[in-house]
């Protein structure tokens, strides 16, 4: 008798435990095919948010209490400024959080990967109007 009733006990255990990991998995399969259709689409990319830190670029900009790139131009000088005086006072040696020092860098991050694609596209830009100019050496003898 005690055996059934184990037995029973076991097999609806797993049966629940079964429906929950394939409810999950179809859950974080739904949610990731999402945000592989927002990234692809491009639109609006303010509100989007990022694939790697799941921050969007109002969220980082509000954390860093700087200005939103505009066409993909930043002033990258005010935002290190305030990066670096923001992550020191969370130092958590110096009484500060962890969790927001991570947000502090999470946010720097974000906004350094809207911007990277158009200062590369830029230098690319003035390389190509400057003209190849290599860096010839003389050798010593």
């Known amino acids: 008798m005690a055996y059934r ?24 399969a739904a949610s990731s ?7 692809q ?3 609006g ?7 790697s830190s799941g921050m969007t670029l109002d969220e980082a900009c509000k954390i860093l209490n700087v200005k939103p ?9 005010e935002v290190m400024e305030r990066f670096k005086r923001l992550f ?16 502090i860098l ?6 350094e990967a809207e911007v990277r694609p158009h200062m590369e596209k830029a ?3 003035a390389e190509i109007k400057e003209g190849w100019n290599p860096k010839l050496y003389k050798d010593k003898k």
């Open 5 to 28: 009733l184990i037995t029973q006990v076991v097999l609806i255990g797993t049966r629940v435990l079964g429906r929950s990991f394939a409810e999950a998995y179809k859950q974080a």
């Open 33 to 39: 095919a999402y945000q592989r259709a927002q990234a």
């Open 41 to 43: 689409s491009g639109n």
């Open 45 to 51: 990319t303010a509100g989007r948010a990022s694939l």
């Open 69 to 77: 790139p505009q066409k993909g131009e930043a002033n990258m000088e």
């Open 88 to 103: 020191d006072n969370n130092d958590p040696k110096k009484g500060g959080s962890f969790y927001l020092q991570s947000k």
């Open 106 to 111: 999470r946010a720097r991050e974000r906004i």
């Open 123 to 125: 230098e690319q830009e």
